[in-house]
């Protein structure tokens, strides 16, 4: 049975016997937030009590009453979810409710009688929304709209910083996006990322607090772990790194001493900073041994890997990369970790998601340890987590807190809840295997189009595509097609012989793409506008019209 929230003021209070009577006759629960007379109130306190319940589900819709409801309906329509609307004939109600899909009625109590509110509740309760393409893409072109909402009172308090997220929004809005390592969040991910938890100082973990008044965090944390371990299969979660780095780095530091040996693949060969980088804390603490692909098929050569793993004895082994296109064996790491007496770390920042939507194999089962971001493919803010094992989980979160880090950052930690949740919905595997479909479908379209790929194609979300044996430099490649509203990025391929400034190659991915809506055909379409950049870095006039083609179709396909 429906519930309906109802609001009044003072000005409304002549008109609310009536509503009231008609929804008791049809049976409808009602939770009558008042007021219950005509002293004088403040509309935006019932406004909001009534919109607070339509949000969260506490009730189905929502009527608010006031003199001439354009106090109400202005307040109503603050809130997320909320589409409310004056009404002051049945017809209008009816239309609203069969177009609009209003939830949140306003009627006016100046202006029309008890019998008249009555007959227009009676017309919104009884009109459904028709639900037809051309109503709802009107809607979705409003929800869109919302996501600069969310900044409004930003453009008064700082008019700069507003000017900025405003042009991201747009450049969002108007190119496509297919940086491997980026996605869009939902806006119940934003809405977590921006809340008030950003307030709250909460050193140690649930029920161990330094700090007093920890009680609503703790319940977040415990959400996040636990949707974490029945996402992944685990025995141990910890979410409190503030991202994939600090994952790594807990883990190493809680296993490791300085010096020790860690066998990794190197970062020219598709492994990640972290992994033993000299530039990075990994390469200057630690006695890095690194793996590389095949020279013959550009893959991981596992009986290689294994002879160097068992050469080196390596405390640590290290799999997983950042551009690395095809899929890992963990089971054969495992065996070779075993047989080298060494720790297997899995760092699945980059297929995360994939494998929480089971287009992947899992390591979790396998390793010692599973480090990952939470935005990529797993499509939650930037930050990170670790997985283990039950018997290392002391270790670990000892050196995550105090050891390493300070507060959580509880905003982001209740981010990440909302993404466990979101991907442990049905609908959420059959995004991460769209993501791998577009993969292969835009390589094998820029396969046709006569560029060479890293190992000849992908498994994942990313693809390395070679454009030095097409004469190119990454970083050229790269700005022609930002240029041109394609926003990708330069990256070293494996055996590379130019910078890393520079590179011979560029790394796309699908994700975000994927994320919009978009499927193989605009994978096709996507990969022949590609060619026609690449074959023609230097025509300004050519990425100028290719530029704006890419804005009308990216409109079409909205970002969260």
Not at 396 to 410: A, C, N, S
Not at 459 to 466: E, I, K, Y
Not at 469 to 490: E, H, P, V, W, Y
Request: hydrophobic share 40%.
């Amino acid at each position: 049975m429906m519930k309906i929230a109802l609001g009044n003021d003072h000005g409304g209070f002549k008109i609310k016997a009536a509503l009231l009577k008609l929804l008791r006759q049809r049976g409808i629960e009602v939770d009558d937030c008042g007021t219950f007379d005509t002293q004088s109130v403040d509309y935006s306190d019932y406004a909001r009590e009534v919109c607070e319940r339509v949000v969260d589900g506490r009730a189905g819709r929502g009527i608010l009453l006031c003199t001439t409801g354009t106090g109400m309906a202005i307040a109503a329509n603050r809130f997320s979810g909320v589409r409310a609307a004056v009404c002051d004939t049945p017809d209008r109600a009816a239309r609203g409710r069969s177009h609009n899909d209003i939830n949140v009625l306003v009627l006016a109590g100046a202006i029309i009688s008890p019998e008249e509110a009555a007959a227009i509740a009676a017309a919104w309760l009884d009109t459904p929304f028709d639900g037809g393409e051309r109503h709802a893409r009107r809607l979705q072109k409003i929800e869109r709209a919302g996501r600069l909402s969310e900044i409004a009172l930003l453009g008064r308090a700082d008019p700069e910083v507003h000017a900025a997220i405003v042009g991201h929004t747009v450049q969002e809005d108007t190119t496509i996006n297919l940086i491997a390592s980026e996605n869009y969040v939902s806006r119940a991910v934003r809405e977590a990322q921006g809340s008030v938890l950003t307030n709250k100082y909460s050193e140690g973990y649930p029920g161990k607090r330094w700090y007093s008044g920890c009680r609503f965090v703790d319940d977040v944390e415990r959400l996040a772990i636990e949707r974490a371990k029945a996402l992944f299969g685990a025995e141990h979660v910890n979410v409190q790194p503030h991202c994939g780095s600090s994952a790594n780095m807990a883990v190493y530091f809680a296993m490791l001493q300085p010096g020790d040996t860690i066998m990794a693949m190197s970062l020219d060969q598709g492994g990640h900073l972290t992994h033993g980088s000299p530039v990075n804390f990994s390469g200057r603490l630690f006695n890095i041994v690194s793996y590389k692909v095949s020279e013959r098929d550009e893959r991981l050569d596992y009986d290689a890997i294994e002879a160097q793993a068992l050469a080196c004895k390596p405390k640590l082994i290290v799999a997983g990369g950042s551009a690395y296109p095809r899929t890992l064996d963990f089971t054969r790491f495992r065996a070779i970790a075993d047989r080298a007496g060494a720790l297997l770390m899995v760092d699945m920042a980059h297929i995360a998601g994939l494998i929480a939507g089971g287009v992947h194999p899992s390591p979790v089962p396998l390793a010692d340890f599973v480090t990952s971001t939470t935005h990529k493919t797993l499509r939650g803010p930037r930050s990170g987590l670790i997985i283990c094992r039950e018997k290392y989980a002391q270790a670990i979160d000892k050196t995550v807190f105090p050891g390493l880090q300070g507060g959580p950052l509880q905003h982001t930690t209740a981010a990440k809840a909302v993404c466990f949740r979101e991907a442990l919905q049905p609908d959420f595997r059959d995004y991460a295997a769209q993501i791998v479909a577009n993969a292969r479908r835009l390589a094998e379209a820029l396969s046709g189009h006569g560029f060479r790929l890293v190992s000849g194609g992908t498994d994942t979300h990313l693809m390395l595509v070679n454009v030095g044996a097409s004469g190119l430099t990454g970083k050229d490649a790269a700005a022609a097609l930002d240029r041109a509203g394609i926003i990708g990025n330069k990256n070293a391929i494996p055996f590379d012989t130019k910078s890393p400034f520079v590179t011979s190659g560029v790394r796309l991915g699908t994700a975000s793409a994927t994320t919009r809506g978009m499927r193989e055909p605009e994978m096709e379409r996507i990969a022949g506008w590609i060619a026609e950049v690449l074959n023609h870095v230097s025509d300004e006039a050519l990425q100028v019209r290719i530029r704006q083609e890419v804005a009308g179709f990216a409109r079409a396909f909205a970002v969260p």
